[in-house]
């Protein structure tokens, strides 16, 4: 099984890059036969600005773009998706959403054509949530922020595709044994991703 890890985080010593490390490392411990990839957005240097190609896309006027088409294959390729990112401003970063902006079209996440509804295109991708905040957990609460963040993310986007959220982690700095204990939470997650296929590791 392979497993796509999409992070965002320009810093290659951030919490949030370690985290994404943590989740291979679990993936692979849990059994040698899964593989994944790193998809390092910033590194890549991914363009997030949706262009007016995307937009046509969008219209199905267009076909995508090169490096849309090669973020897709990936996805393709992959027996699951795990999206790392830091939380800036109660929702993921803007280059995470561009990604998801082109990346995610009309035609290969989903089918919009008029008079037939939305066809989720995704169902065969679980998708495994891990965000990083600095918040702490009572703001989240007082505010409603992971409830927000949970109807734009889980259900305005996975949901929209079809895409099942196997996992939404919400890891705080201020979590008791932070940073250490959510290096360990993501491990297992990593080891939890394919846990009903280890049949297919014997
Ligand atoms: C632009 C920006 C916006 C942020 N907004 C939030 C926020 O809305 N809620 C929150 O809990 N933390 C927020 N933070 C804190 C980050 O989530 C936190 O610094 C990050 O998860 C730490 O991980 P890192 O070492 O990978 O950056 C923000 C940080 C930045 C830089």
Redesign the pocket.
């Known amino acids: 099984m392979h497993a796509t890890i999409v992070v965002s ?1 320009p ?1 290659r010593g ?4 370690a985290i994404a490390r943590k989740v291979s490392e679990g993936l692979v411990a849990s059994c040698d036969r899964h593989s994944f990839e790193i998809v390092d957005l910033a590194a890549e240097g991914f363009d997030p600005r949706f262009t007016a190609r995307d937009a046509a896309v969008l219209l199905r006027e267009a076909d995508p773009s090169p490096e849309v088409v090669a973020e897709q294959a990936r996805l393709d390729r992959s027996d699951a998706l795990a999206l790392v990112y ?5 929702s993921m970063p803007a280059l995470m959403k561009g990604w998801i902006d082109r990346v995610f079209t009309n035609g290969w996440a989903y089918d919009d054509r008029p008079g037939r509804g939305i066809v989720k295109k995704l169902g065969r991708l679980p998708v495994h949530l891990i965000a ?4 702490g957990r009572r703001t989240y609460d007082r505010h409603g922020y992971a409830e927000a963040m949970k109807a734009q993310i889980e259900h305005g986007i996975f949901d929209y595709c079809g895409a099942p959220v196997a996992s939404s982690n919400l890891l ?2 201020s979590d008791e044994g932070a940073p250490d204990a959510l290096l360990d939470k993501a491990r297992a997650i990593g080891e939890a991703m394919f846990a009903a296929r280890l049949a297919d590791c014997a």
């Open positions: 985080n810093v951030s919490l949030t890059q830091p939380v800036y401003w109660w990083i905040g600095g918040a705080l700095l």
